[in-house]
């Protein structure tokens, strides 16, 4: 079969408006500062990967075979919540967008954002093991069967269910990657456990002796493989690379954590 672009306006248009600002204050704030300045070419970088594997899952042909494969649908999920949500978190958006928006809007949105009510709410939410937990909730109620079949004839479900996995995803490592270096050791626990509990949930649809979803994998007949075959091969999908990411991130997280300076030597800066 051949899969059509999403042209969804609910999609697109966020995702447009989202690229228009974010180049707007990158240009703003390296015409100030200088290119690379204040906003680094790799956070740049970041935003823009970010943004890409949003593309990609959400308005390429990947989310129109999403709907008739289980293979590809998986693949979708693992872009949002395993490239795209730790690119954007690397990236640290928000400054910029912000120097997208007049001048006169930012007092206010910085003191709403601190008001007490939302500042609890995103420390609450970025807290490491509120952010592991939510964020694994989010992908074992979605891969109970009758939901996720439920979201293939219900265009709200399958919105819903996006949206959570990315956001969940977004809270997750934010947590982990925009904290200081002598805190990745905790990060590397919570990266590791989230790529436990997923593997888990990978291995079990890859070794489960039926299908587990019925209309996701209907449609695996038109492109040569069987029902059972499709979900094995989402669930491996989830348990091997998507597994692979967790563990290169983990290491990374890791090998900083361990290559930190001294506290003593931290100190010692700090007095100079």
């Known amino acids: 079969m051949n899969a059509a672009w999403e042209l969804d306006p609910?999609?697109?248009?966020?995702?447009?408006?989202?690229?228009?600002?974010?180049?707007?204050?990158?240009?703003?704030?390296?015409?100030?500062?200088?290119?690379?300045?204040?906003?680094?070419?790799?956070?740049?970088?970041?935003f823009a990967g970010g943004w890409l594997a949003l593309f990609v899952a959400l308005v390429s042909p990947l989310h129109e075979y999403g709907e008739h494969l289980f293979v590809?649908?998986?693949?979708?999920?693992?872009?949002?919540?395993?490239?795209?949500?730790?690119?954007?978190?690397?990236?640290?958006?928000?400054?910029?967008?912000?120097?997208?928006?007049?001048?006169?809007?930012?007092?206010?949105?910085?003191g709403w954002a601190h008001a007490p009510p939302i500042a609890a709410a995103w420390t609450f939410l970025t807290a490491p093991l509120v952010a592991t937990v939510l964020h694994g909730i989010a992908i074992w109620v979605w891969h109970v069967p009758a939901l996720l079949?439920?979201?293939?004839?219900?265009?709200?479900?399958?919105r819903l269910q996006h949206m959570s996995f990315l956001v969940t995803a977004l809270f997750f490592w934010w947590a982990i990657l925009r904290r200081p270096a002598a805190d990745y050791?905790?990060?590397?626990?919570h990266v590791f456990a989230t790529m436990i509990h997923t593997g888990l949930l990978g291995a079990l649809l890859t070794l489960a002796p039926h299908v587990l979803y019925p209309l996701q994998t209907a449609d695996a007949p038109l492109f040569g493989l069987k029902p059972l075959e499709d979900q094995q091969l989402a669930g491996l999908f989830m348990w091997v690379p998507g597994g692979a990411i967790y563990l290169c991130a983990g290491?990374?997280?890791?090998?900083?954590?361990?290559?930190?300076?001294?506290?003593?030597?931290?100190?010692?800066?700090?007095?100079?």
């Open 10 to 46: 609910a999609v697109a248009l966020p995702l447009a408006i989202s690229l228009l600002l974010y180049g707007f204050g990158l240009s703003r704030l390296w015409r100030r500062a200088g290119a690379g300045r204040s906003v680094t070419r790799a956070q740049a970088a970041c």
């Open 72 to 110: 590809a649908h998986m693949i979708e999920h693992e872009v949002l919540t395993a490239v795209a949500a730790p690119l954007l978190a690397l990236s640290r958006p928000i400054g910029v967008f912000l120097h997208a928006l007049p001048r006169s809007w930012r007092p206010a949105l910085v």
């Open 149 to 158: 079949d439920a979201t293939l004839t219900n265009e709200m479900l399958h």
């Open 185 to 189: 050791g905790l990060g590397t626990v």
């Open 251 to 272: 290491l990374w997280l890791l090998g900083r954590w361990l290559v930190r300076p001294p506290l003593s030597r931290i100190g010692n800066d700090c007095r100079a």
